[in-house]
């Protein structure tokens, strides 16, 4: 695995592509929810193939009343790691509720100071450890000035629930102000970018500046968008082909597009989310890929996608 130097995020080699483990706390067609040891497995995995950067986050659960399943086992295969706790990079997400009301999840927001220091307690006690960051998961934008907000995550860091923290699903003006309220101290950018959504390349362009991590959350678009990338975007077939070629080895649209936001910036680790092995040795190829200028422009240049996989979310 290609190893990036973020001396911001952290004092380790940070992989070029992470995982993102929510798929392993998503209920399967057939309504259940993959055991534990082999979610475990797909982890290890993982790891094994030098992926040593897992994201996950406290909502993260098959439903309301499995609320924090994700970081459960996130922390079972951090801990039962062969390589021990010091090899991996772990990041996890607060700042969104959610409960069940008459057998319904009801989601929310909360920045405030009480519940984020709450939520980053829960989410240490579940994991076994401190993660390396904590990030805002979403803000909160009617509920306080977002400097507010930033002022709370600190309150976090200072509390010793994790060294570092973060923002994710923000505006670049947002990224200025986090900068200014931390000191310069903003650890990770998490949001959205795929070929099917890539709004706000701004925030990347501003995080590969200040040095900060950039998380491209749902890098393949998620669901059919995921699966059928070939099809709704074929430059990246097209892209695949080429490099086939050159490879000796048939190349995906999928690593095509993991490799394309790994070479937006210097600080950019794609954490693209899956439940087999076999998908997370696909994704662990895409750190080895090498585009052309010529192809990086051409994939830049295609067709957006559809929007975000979460339209309805306010600006």
Known sequence: MRHLAIPQLTDKPVPAIGVGAMPLSDRRPDGQVIPRDEAVAVLHSAFELGMTLVDTADIYAPDGFGYGHNELLVGDAVRTWRDGRDSLVVVTKI??????EHEHDVWGRDGSREHLLRAAEASVERLGFEPDVILLHRVNREQQP??????NMLAVREAGF??????????????????DVSGGTIAAVENERSPRYRDDVAVLHWATQHGVAYFPWSPLGGGDDARLLGELYPD??????????????S???QEVALAWLAASGTTVVPIPGFSRAATAR????????????????RLDDSPVGRGSVFPDDED
């Open 95 to 100: 700042g969104i509720t959610r409960r069940v």
């Open 146 to 151: 977002f400097a507010t907000t930033v002022e």
């Open 162 to 179: 994790a060294p570092r923290i973060g923002i994710g699903n923000v505006h670049l003006h947002e990224c200025d102000i986090a900068w």
């Open 236 to 249: 990246f077939a097209d892209v695949g082909h080429e490099l086939a070629t050159t490879t000796g080895r």
């Open 251 to 253: 190349v995906t649209p």
């Open 282 to 297: 696909t994704s662990a190829h895409a750190a080895h890929l090498e585009l052309s200028a010529d192809q990086l422009a």
